[in-house]
Structure formats: C-alpha cells, structure tokens
C-alpha cells in the first residue's frame, strides 16, 4: 500500500548512525509479541487516564525507539475533535497514546497490512472517497462517540506531506463542531532527531510503501516526537469553514513554536 501526497527526496534519508542490525531485529520481534498481546486487551475507549489502550500504544512507541514530548495544555472537556498535521503512520500512535480517541480515516487503511488490523480493532471509524451515505455515516458514528465523552480524531489535509507545509484544511468534517458545539483541539506534530533537527526519514508521503517507512523508522536510534496542544477553538460564530481555517492557523502557529523552540 502506498502513501498519497507529495514528496521530497530528502524525505527518504534516514539520520547518521543507523541503529544496528540485531537491534532492529529485536525490535521487530517486540513489536510482533506487543500485537499479539492487543488482543486480550479491552479495546473500548475510555475517557479517563487509566486508559489501557493509551498505555498499549505507550509501549509500543518505546518499543520502536519513539520518545514522545508534550506542550500545551489538555483541554478540561472530553468531548473534542482533534485535529493535527499528517507525516507519518506514527501520528496515529503517538495521538492515541496521549488520547482515548477514535480516529477517522479513509477505508483504504482497513486493508493495510498490520496497521489495517490494528485500526479495526481499535474502533477505527473507516470513510469512504467521495461517497456522501459513508461521510453520514461517518458523522453518526462520530457523534454517537462525542455523546460518551470520547475525542474523535481527524487529520484535516486528507493526506500525509513531509511536515515542513501544511495543505489546507478540508471543512467536512467540522460540522461535528458547529452542529454540537463541541470545540476542535489544534493539534501539532514535528519529528526530530535526539539532536534537534527536524527528521525526515520518518515521514511516510508520496510513492512510499508502509513497510518501507517502517524499516526506515527502525533504522533510527531513537525518534523524537513533539506534540503541541493549541488552546481549544470553538464553534460559537463560526461555521465550518472560518473554524476549519482557525484550526489550521493554530497547527501552524504550533508548529512554528516547537521548530524555534529547539
């Protein structure tokens, strides 16, 4: 299964001094255990810290060599929709570790090996292209989640890019916010290396293929992920459209903070 969304070459090329090979090895061997053991867990979400799915996807992250950073503030509320910038798969774990979430995404990822599995387990809310009875669907599904104080979670660029841009944001899926008043969480993220610098090599965008970014990923010796929460953004006088492209300024203005703080 490939990404879809443009690309830069610098994109591929994994940081100096690639983890060793039996590191890599043991790594993979701890990911494969660690899934098995997804399935004797409770998978229904909940909306507290003693989440056991959020500790799942905890481990796994330091399984793979991802250390994960947070700024900002968690909103006092529950019911949310998250929204943040797209590079990686690792976007997934890293937001459903921090959050009992569930995510939308486009039903192509159901059939993705490994990560399609996982996404279904987890209570992935799948959405079908241009199909308005699945983007429906979609939203009732959603709504239903929001009514028990669950976040939902979307990535608004509908695509992935190498996190040095953002796309605009699609206004879709906002109208959980103004229908319910619920308020949307910006969300940022940025990859870098334990020195600092942005990191390319994890960013899964354009022609790339899902088990290619993650042996790239593996070949790192450690991951730095850093996520910034935004104040939240509410829907009271706004429509979708204005709250769509609010939401988009608070992810760049939280992306410019996390690259000028290094």
């Not at 870098?192 to 593996?218: A, H, I, N, Q, W």
């Not at 992920?225 to 300024?249: N, Y």
Request: with cysteine.
């Amino acid at each position: 299964m490939t990404a879809t969304s443009r690309d830069k070459a610098s994109s591929r090329h994994p940081s100096s001094g690639a983890t060793p090979v039996s590191v890599r090895i043991g790594r993979i061997l701890s990911a494969l255990w660690h899934i098995l053991r997804l399935f004797s867990l409770d998978l229904s979400p909940h909306p507290d810290t003693t989440d056991p799915l959020s500790r799942w996807f905890d481990t796994f992250l330091s399984i793979l060599g991802v250390e994960v950073k947070v700024s900002g503030e968690r909103p006092p509320v529950s019911a949310f929709l998250i929204v943040a910038n797209h590079i990686s798969w690792l976007d997934i774990l890293v937001l459903r570790s921090l959050f009992p979430t569930i995510f939308i995404a486009k039903e192509e990822v159901a059939r993705w090996p490994v990560v399609g599995t996982i996404a279904r387990k987890v209570g992935t809310i799948f959405i079908g292209r241009n199909s308005l009875s699945s983007f429906r669907e979609t939203l009732s599904a959603s709504r239903s989640f929001l009514s028990r104080n669950i976040p939902i979670t979307v990535f608004p660029e509908g695509t992935t890019t190498p996190g040095d841009y953002l796309l605009p944001f699609k206004t879709g899926v906002f109208i959980l916010c103004t229908e319910t008043g619920i308020p949307a969480l910006p969300v940022s993220i940025r990859y870098e290396s334990p020195e600092g610098p942005r990191l390319t090599s994890v960013s899964y965008t354009g022609k790339d293929r899902l088990l290619s970014s993650f042996l790239r990923t593996l070949r790192e010796p450690r991951v730095v992920v850093r996520v910034h929460l935004s104040l939240p953004v509410f829907p009271e006088g706004r429509d979708r459209r204005t709250l769509a492209e609010a939401s988009q300024e608070a992810v760049a203005n939280g992306l410019a903070k996390l690259s000028s703080s290094r």
